[in-house]
């Protein structure tokens, strides 16, 4: 009986983990200009008494200018690379996301001028008491054109395509 639950219980978390993602808005990045994205966590770690306790985003290479949205709620841990200050390696943000809430996580980026790159955002959800991480990291490729948990994306366009 006792396997059977833990059975259950497993399948029940991955079941979860695999109809739920972390979004992102907008899909489309004016080049060259600054634009404010939200990802966005919507989901739960599998059981009404665990929550999310931070949410990690590691930014694409070379992201200057980043500027997060202040959220009293939460802290808030901005990792520069070590080679280069003036670049964001990636954002942690540290509270507490009760089951079954969402929480939309805000950013201004100035993105680079390159048109048609796609710049993905691996994400990272840590579950309380449950001592495990949701991994939003996986990017297409010619072997997994449509990965199980996928990182979320923006698409640099030309600024008059954004509509910025």
């Excluded at 290479?61 to 808030?76: C, F, G, P, Q």
């Excluded at 690379?81 to 390696?89: L, N, R």
């Excluded at 959800?125 to 949701?134: F, I, M, P």
Aim: proline share 6%; glycine share 4%; with cysteine.
């Amino acid at each position: 009986m006792t396997s059977m639950v833990v059975f259950c219980t497993a399948l029940f978390v991955l079941l979860s983990a695999a109809y739920a993602h972390v979004s992102i808005t907008p899909k489309e990045v004016p080049a060259g200009k600054s634009s404010i994205i939200q990802l966005r966590v919507s989901h739960d770690c599998g059981d009404e008494t665990i929550g999310t306790t931070n949410f990690t985003v590691v930014l694409p290479s070379k992201m200057a200018r980043v500027t997060v949205e202040l959220d009293t709620a939460w802290n808030i841990l901005i990792h520069k690379h070590a080679q280069d200050e003036d670049y964001v390696q990636s954002v942690t943000f540290l509270g507490f996301l009760p089951d079954g809430f969402y929480k939309l996580f805000a950013m201004r980026i100035r993105f680079p001028d390159e048109v048609g790159q796609k710049l993905y955002f691996r994400s990272y959800q840590d579950c309380h008491n449950q001592g495990t991480s949701l991994a939003w990291d996986e990017i297409p490729c010619d072997h997994n054109p449509d990965p199980r948990y996928p990182a979320p994306h923006v698409t640099v366009v030309n600024a008059t395509e954004s509509g910025h």
